[in-house]
């Protein structure tokens, strides 16, 4: 497919991480957080089964849609709005950053052990004659597969929180209002960003500037995510030290400018360090920002404030690889990168000049 063909794609399935994410935003706590956790993993299953078995871009289009597959090549939907709910109201006051730090550590180790399944292809290919193409459908399959493990383990969980009546719409209070208003902006900013640096995104330019194909990529992007996985313990003791939005910023904004760099690099070794460098410090602010987003709500609140930033960051993830495969095809192959990380270094002065002096409620 083309940078245009793929973006869109990508676009599709982020634009029903949004749906999906709104849903559960408005009515997660009405239909059960574990009853909507269940449903969302057995439709990510039928989403990547869809793309295991697809002949056709249409029928791309329409698995990654209703699937909600995510290119971001990390889990930022739904399901992560009703964990994040879940882990808040469950964990003592005073411990949020600890307990999600310890959930985006999880996550990101085994979306590493994932991304080494980039080099499945080329190895079956080597080794037992096995075409590329029906390599990386034999993958997608088994995503799909692994899709439906959680739901054993979901059935499992208690749902501690009190759940609103019929005809109780979500509600935040004024103060609340105020500040997740101003977040959702922000994030939404961040957000199209960030989909302009999709993983799917950046494992194109990589092919396309150096030529590097799936078991190269694999293994840097499991790189990646270790070192994402490694940084938030160091976020977690930044945040003790520093506040939740100094953290944020302050890990955030330098990893943009390393990116900015990023095109200028001829040799494929450097532009790898400098992107792993990058990943080093790009995450350190997940942690801290949905701790921050539970420490200024209250129980009661935190599934729609959670869904609703989450929201945010999918609509805008949805934009920016649509964005990103025109702007290869017409300024050439690394305007994504200087527009991905432009927008980013403006969220992380505007984050900072808004909420610098917004201190949450607890000590995390």
């Known amino acids: 497919m083309s ?5 869109l ?5 982020l634009a029903g991480n949004a749906a999906g994410t709104a849903l559960v935003a408005l009515r997660g706590d009405r239909l059960g957080r574990v009853r909507a956790l269940v449903l969302v993993s057995a439709l990510s299953a039928a989403g990547l089964a869809g793309l295991a078995s697809a002949t056709g871009p249409a029928v791309l289009g329409v698995a990654a849609l209703l699937g909600m597959v995510n290119g ?3 889990d930022r939907g739904p399901a992560q709005a009703m964990d994040q709910s879940l882990l808040a109201d469950t964990v003592e006051s005073g411990g949020h950053t600890a307990a999600f730090t310890r959930y985006t550590f999880a996550q990101d180790v085994m979306g590493g052990l994932g991304s080494l399944a980039a080099a499945v292809p080329a190895v079956l290919q080597a080794h037992f004659g096995i075409a590329e193409v029906a390599g990386y459908r034999w993958t997608f399959l088994g995503a799909a ?20 009546t019929p ?5 935040l209070r004024p103060e609340s209002r ?14 199209v960003g960030g989909g302009l640096l999709a993983g799917s995104i950046l494992s194109y330019w990589f092919f396309r500037r150096y030529g590097l194909g799936g078991e190269a990529l694999g293994p840097v992007f499991f ?9 938030y313990f160091a976020a977690a003791a930044l945040a003790r030290r520093l506040g939740l939005v100094r953290t944020m910023v302050f890990t955030h904004l330098p990893s943009s400018v390393v990116l900015l760099a990023l095109p200028f690099v001829a040799a494929p070794w450097l532009a790898i360090a400098l992107f792993l460098v990058r990943e080093s410090l790009v995450q350190m602010d997940v942690p801290a920002r949905q701790a921050y987003v539970t420490a ?3 129980p009661g609140e935190r599934t729609f404030a959670l869904g609703v930033t989450s929201l945010a960051r999918n609509l805008g993830w949805a934009t920016g690889p649509a964005l990103a495969g025109a702007a290869m095809t017409v300024l050439g192959l690394g305007a994504p990168l200087f527009a991905g990380a432009g927008l980013k270094i403006v969220y992380d002065v505007a984050l900072y000049a808004s909420y610098r002096r917004v201190l949450p409620p607890e000590v995390d």
């Open 3 to 7: 940078a245009t063909g793929l973006g």
């Open 9 to 13: 794609i990508v676009a599709l399935g």
């Open 72 to 74: 971001m090549g990390r």
């Open 145 to 164: 597969a692994l899709s439906l493990a959680p739901i054993a383990l979901y059935a499992r969980v208690r749902d501690p929180a009190v759940v609103p």
């Open 167 to 171: 005809d109780t719409a979500p509600r």
């Open 178 to 191: 105020r500040r997740i208003r101003g977040l959702v902006a922000l994030f939404a900013l961040d957000s």
């Open 223 to 231: 790189a990646a995510r270790a070192l994402n996985a490694a940084s």
């Open 296 to 298: 200024v709500t209250v």
